[in-house]
């Protein structure tokens, strides 16, 4: 497994993950040159598995630190630690940069993988209400803020 940051040479490898994705692929290239944010990406055997987006300008509800978005992996590579290594490299590049809080949304269902692989590493729910953080397809995502502390060694 290798992690690394994306670069343009990846973006046909993303747009085969996350179609309709290319919006996204531009910002955070971008983001990224300019010092925003990381867009890390894992591969494995030479193929793009699965990516995430540090943002280290946070988040309307909690600007003062990073904030992870839209971690994800392809369904068929799913549960293997993937998504774990990318949140691990996250909180590692953030204390790395003198974060000692890392945020990120989460589906408010504690039944959901994401959630649970959440909590498993630590992320408490900030106790706020539920809001709807975007409309993707013409459905609502529901999440909460979740939120960790980040202890050096």
């Given at each position: 497994m290798n992690i690394r940051n994306a670069t343009e040479k990846d973006t046909s490898s993303l747009r085969q993950m996350r179609p309709n994705f290319d919006e996204h692929i531009a910002y955070r290239l971008t983001a990224q040159t300019n010092g925003k944010g990381e867009f890390l990406i894992v591969e494995e055997a030479d193929e793009v598995v699965s990516f995430v987006f540090l943002k280290y300008t946070g988040k309307s509800t909690y600007p003062d630190y990073p904030d992870i978005e839209d971690l994800f992996t392809k369904v068929d590579k799913r549960r293997k630690g993937y998504a774990q290594a990318l949140l691990l490299e996250c909180?590692?590049?953030?204390?790395?940069?003198?974060?000692?809080?890392i945020g990120l949304a989460a589906s408010p269902d504690p039944a959901d993988?994401?959630?649970q692989l959440y909590r498993k590493l630590g992320y408490q729910h900030d106790g706020k209400e539920s809001y709807v953080d975007g409309v993707y397809d013409g459905v609502e995502d529901w999440v909460i803020d979740m939120e960790k502390v980040l202890i050096d060694g």
């Open positions: 909180e590692k590049r953030a204390m790395q940069r003198g974060f000692q809080t993988p994401g959630h």
